[in-house]
């Protein structure tokens, strides 16, 4: 699907994150870039192939007085949003790397991470 969204649909692609459960249903995150007509074909194809999408605007949000600065959020960011200040070891957060795929979220033991839609 994604050679076809490539070759067809003149769309580049970013794969950000890919995992497939148990019960073998997949999720991939991806950036896709390209002319917007490409991408409107290219999306119609993937929902006629059976693909859920879910388009990632939705916000992720950091409640600063939960924040820890434990640490756990750093390594399973895939877009690697997180990054350790050197001196003070806060953990700082760049919302603007951020791609909504909801591990933080799900990761963050003062569940600090919020998912707005
Ligand atoms: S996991 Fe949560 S508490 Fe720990 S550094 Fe990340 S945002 Fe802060
Ligand atoms: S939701 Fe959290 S883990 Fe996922 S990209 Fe955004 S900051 Fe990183």
Redesign the pocket.
């Known amino acids: 699907m994604v050679y076809r969204l490539v070759r067809d649909f003149n769309l580049n692609f970013n794969i ?1 994150k890919a995992s497939v459960s148990p019960g073998e249903e997949g999720l991939l995150v991806m950036e896709l870039s390209g002319e917007q007509k490409d991408y409107d074909s290219g999306i119609r194809y993937l929902e006629e192939t059976g693909v859920r999408i879910q388009s990632l605007s939705q916000d ?1 949000v950091r409640d600063e007085s939960r924040c820890t600065h434990c640490g756990a ?1 750093v390594n ?4 690697l ?2 990054t350790v200040e050197p001196d003070t070891k806060r953990v700082l ?1 760049d919302q603007n ?9 799900k990761a963050c033991p003062p569940r600090a ?1 919020r ?1 707005y839609f």
């Open positions: 950000l992720v959020c399973i960011c895939p877009a949003a997180f957060f790397r951020c791609v909504v795929c909801g591990l933080c979220v991470m998912l």
